[in-house]
């Protein structure tokens, strides 16, 4: 017995033995089958922070890790490879029509089959400045200071109104002289709505954080369809073939209005800086007109670029009568393309203003 159990052992001992050289011998094959990647990229530039404008010319360079040869290194911008790049960097120029925002890029070195890339970026700002604009009241109307104005627009000599806040959320057809709701739909409780556009013959509203864009039919308000969207949902505006979109951050989506997809994005940038908060938005002679919430501006945008080509100031709209505990925020913006009327309103407001613009 005593025989047989040390032999027992034995055995154990050699089996464990076996075991540990093997898995000692798996651990060096799997370390010494490991491909490193080579250190050929020691920088690139532009980087991080730096800023350019429209219009202007940039040199994109690399350099190499010290004592290093590569084969080539190529250069690719916004996912398309663009050329190979010898020792003094690439001429890149920033055309006047290059769109406004991150511009990012990348260098690839090559050498034996090997490779490492290294990405940079930059941001490009408007060419220049905005044109600044005032206003000029030529009428006044009546608007239901219960409505949290989220989107307005205007067809066929009605306003149609999306209302904001849960519970309180609508659709609305609106008279314009006397500002009564001439046809109406409540959302349900769950749904804060937000931006509302109105193409061939539906209309898109959106909702601010449940992820929802609702159609509904345009003569009777029933609804059709829904789109699910990531991110918030703010203003809304068509040019008569694509939607955009605003979140309330810089960017603005163009969307394909079958599909709710992203077909591009625009980052909206002045000469300076970028807009956050860009809010309820409307098409006007081929611009996007943008409320940037919390301001009493409009920004003017070039929906090619992102570009701001003008802000205009509409301060001053409401007289210190006309503003009460509720009052909030300017917001709202119309546009009667026959008459070329501009309607503007605000969140609580009692009173809707029909303004012209001019140059300062």
């Known amino acids: 017995m005593r025989m047989r159990g040390r032999f027992a052992w034995i055995l154990i001992g050699m089996a464990g033995l076996l075991l540990s050289c093997v898995g000692s ?62 020792s003094t960097g690439y001429r890149y120029i920033i055309r006047r029509n290059h769109p406004t925002g991150r511009l990012i890029y990348t260098m690839t070195a090559y050498r034996d089959g090997q490779s490492e890339k290294r990405a940079g970026e930059c941001t490009v700002l408007a060419a220049d400045p905005p044109v600044l604009y005032g206003h000029k009241v030529k009428a006044v109307y009546p608007h239901d200071k219960g409505a949290y104005t989220q989107g307005l627009l205007w067809y066929e000599g009605v306003l149609y109104e999306s209302t904001g806040v849960l519970g309180q959320s609508s659709l609305r057809k609106v ?38 864009a609702l159609v509904y039919d345009r003569a009777t308000f ?42 591009r994005t625009l980052e909206v940038y002045t000469d300076q800086s970028k807009i956050l908060y860009i809010n309820e938005m409307e098409w006007i002679g081929g611009e996007l007109w943008a409320n940037v919430y919390t301001t009493d501006k409009i920004v003017r945008i070039d929906p090619h670029t992102g570009a701001v080509t003008g802000v205009i100031d509409m301060s001053g709209l409401l007289s210190a009568s006309d503003i009460g505990p509720e009052t909030d925020v300017f917001n709202g913006i119309a546009y009667d393309a026959k008459g070329r009327r501009i309607f503007v309103t605000g969140k609580y407001w009692d009173k809707l203003f029909e303004v012209e613009i001019f140059k300062k």
């Not at 532009?46 to 690399?62: A, E, L």
């Not at 002289?177 to 539906?202: A, I, M, S």
């Not at 949902?233 to 989506?253: C, N, P, Q």
């Open 25 to 86: 011998g798996d651990r060096s094959a799997g370390t010494s089958s490991e491909v490193q990647p080579p250190r050929l990229l020691a920088s690139v530039w532009p980087v991080y922070g730096t800023q350019v404008r429209q219009g202007d010319t940039i040199r994109m360079v690399y350099t190499l890790e010290s004592g290093t040869q590569v084969d080539s290194v190529v250069l690719s911008v916004r996912g398309q490879r663009l050329c190979r790049v010898d």
């Open 175 to 212: 008279d314009l002289t006397t500002g009564q709701v001439l046809q109406n739909l409540n959302l349900p409780r769950e749904y804060f709505g937000e931006g509302l556009v109105l193409l061939k013959d539906k209309f898109y509203q959106l909702t601010w954080q449940n992820n929802k």
């Open 222 to 263: 029933d609804k059709v369809g829904e789109f699910n969207y990531a991110g918030e949902g703010w203003g809304l505006a068509t040019d008569g073939r694509w939607l955009y979109m605003s979140d309330g951050t810089e960017k603005i989506k163009v969307l394909d209005p079958a599909t709710f997809k992203p077909l």
